[in-house]
């Protein structure tokens, strides 16, 4: 029997989080939520701002106790799931194992980015087929490797100490950074470029767009307000590094990021050898699914923009971040600026079967998360969150360790079945022409 009510409850949600996008560009929403139909995780990792319309509700059957007046307000990722982490080359030019992709991020609850990743652990081992003995255990072993990291940052002086790199990990992580290890920088520039009299010039295909002269102007003048916002300390000597090359319009993005106007930019690089040509991606930034649940006034007036707030967060979350990393404005909207790096290599779960090689990659997991929460990076200046995160999450689950690893594994438990179901009603709402844009 179909669940009107909660379908209802599905269109509600989705229209009221991505109706401008979807009239912007219907043709990229029908590209994303037909990914969404694949499969119950898939549909998970396109509806955050489902998730928080859940979890926020005070009087609905997830809300959770947890956490004291402190741990409710710290940065959280907001969007965590098995399918966020991955490698990346940081500002010290080491390769490091971590949390990526920060375009949700915001302050919130220390559990909600728990209760997200949980959630997504279950539905992968469902997916996988594992008995839910085993799927259980593995939530488990990723909340007490959360905690116990958390008491590693109580017991360090400094924040920064613990990372994941090629000398303390192994199995499915170790052949991740290995992979990054391996790649080139000229490899990515030949994919995406060409020489053009002996300069680099983006490569023509289907998800770039040539810039007409007035748009240019535009894109230019926003990338050099973006200039201003790289910290002094991480600007290149070098003044041609960041001289422009070319730039293009670019589509073609995963699936949290349809609708989203972009651009990629080409700049001189690291030298005038053309395998150092460096690409920035200058992506609109989108407005994090859990701020429309939750009372902002308090943090409002903190952000000039979307982009600006995108950037503030990864800085609070991330340990050693992009150099490269800044915002700027693009007709009145906010705009995320990365490099466009070679070196990040997503985890593979595709090969990861068997529950005890799941749980060794788990256990890492745990401890990455609690060093997005506990450590930040040196040029993070923001004052919003301005105590020590491991002592509030710890004050918040004193005495109550087992109690919280196992409402979070009960939680993960159910609220996967919530969304196999929910996965089901959305399909049939999306051939139906129900979710703002047709099926065809």
């Given at each position: ?7 209802d409850r599905?269109v509600d ?21 037909r ?8 549909f998970?990792r396109?509806t955050a701002c ?5 979890v ?8 959770e106790d ?10 959280v990722?907001a ?11 940081n ?5 490091v194992?971590?949390?990526n ?5 915001y302050l ?7 209760q ?35 008491d590693?940052?109580?017991?360090s ?8 790199h090629?000398d ?5 992580v ?11 920088r000229?490899?990515?520039?030949d994919?995406?470029t ?5 300069v680099r ?5 289907s998800?770039v767009?040539?810039l ?6 535009q894109?230019v003048?926003?990338f050099?307000?973006?200039l201003e916002?790289?910290?002094?300390d ?9 001289e422009?090359?070319?730039v ?5 993005f ?7 106007p972009?651009?990629n930019?080409?700049v001189?690089?690291?030298s005038?050898?053309?395998d150092n040509?460096?690409v ?5 930034a989108?407005?994090?699914a859990?701020?429309?649940f939750?009372?902002?006034t308090a943090v ?9 707030r ?10 050693h971040?992009?150099?490269?990393l800044?915002?700027?404005e693009?007709g009145?909207?906010?705009y995320?600026?990365?490099e466009v790096s ?5 985890l593979?779960?595709?090969?990861l ?7 060794a990659?788990?256990?890492l ?5 609690a060093?997005?929460?506990c ?7 923001q004052d919003l ?9 710890a004050?918040?689950v004193e005495g109550?360790r087992r109690?919280?690893?196992s ?6 438990m ?5 969304v ?8 049939d709402a999306?051939?139906?022409g ?7």
């Open positions: 029997m179909v669940d009107k009510k909660r379908t599905i949600v989705l229209g009221e989080a991505f109706a401008p996008l979807m009239e912007a560009d219907p043709a990229a929403f029908r590209s994303k939520y990914k969404m139909a694949s499969d119950p995780h898939s998970y396109g489902l998730f928080y319309a859940d926020t509700d005070e009087k609905g059957e997830w809300a947890f956490c004291d007046d402190r741990a409710r307000r710290i940065w990722h969007d965590l799931h098995v399918e966020n982490f991955g490698t990346y080359l500002s010290d030019g080491v390769l194992f971590d949390v992709d920060f375009d949700e991020a919130g609850r220390f559990t909600w980015d728990l997200r990743f949980a959630a997504s652990l279950a539905l992968v081992g469902w997916q996988k087929a594992l008995p839910e003995e085993d799927v259980r255990r593995l939530i488990g072993s990723y909340v007490r490797a959360y905690l116990a990291q958390v590693e940052y109580r017991r002086a400094e924040d920064d100490d613990f990372a994941l090629l303390n990990t192994e199995g499915p170790h052949a991740a950074l290995v992979s990054a290890r391996g790649r080139r000229a490899d990515l520039l994919a995406s060409v020489l053009d009299q002996d010039v983006f490569r023509e295909d998800s767009r040539r007409g002269k007035r748009e240019r102007q894109v003048r926003a050099e307000g973006y916002t790289i910290p002094e991480k600007r290149f000597d070098r003044e041609l590094f960041y422009l090359r070319d293009v319009g670019k589509s073609g995963g699936i949290g990021s349809a609708g989203l972009a651009y930019v080409l001189e690089g690291y005038q050898a053309l040509d460096v920035l991606s200058m992506k609109q989108n407005v994090p859990v701020s429309r939750v009372d902002t409002e007036d903190y952000f000039q923009h979307e982009g600006h995108t950037v503030v967060s990864q800085r609070a979350l991330q340990v971040t992009d150099p490269l800044g915002h700027t693009l009145g909207v906010g995320v600026v990365s070679p070196y990040e290599v997503d593979d779960w595709s090969g079967t068997e529950p005890d090689e799941i749980a990659v788990v256990g997991l745990g401890r990455a998360t060093k997005i929460h450590a930040s990076d040196e040029d993070s200046e969150v301005d105590f020590q995160v491991e002592e509030a999450v004050a918040s109550r109690e919280l690893t409402w979070l594994t009960d939680f993960a159910r609220y996967a079945v919530r196999r179901d929910d996965h089901a009603l959305f399909v999306f051939r139906e129900r979710i703002g844009v047709s099926a065809t």
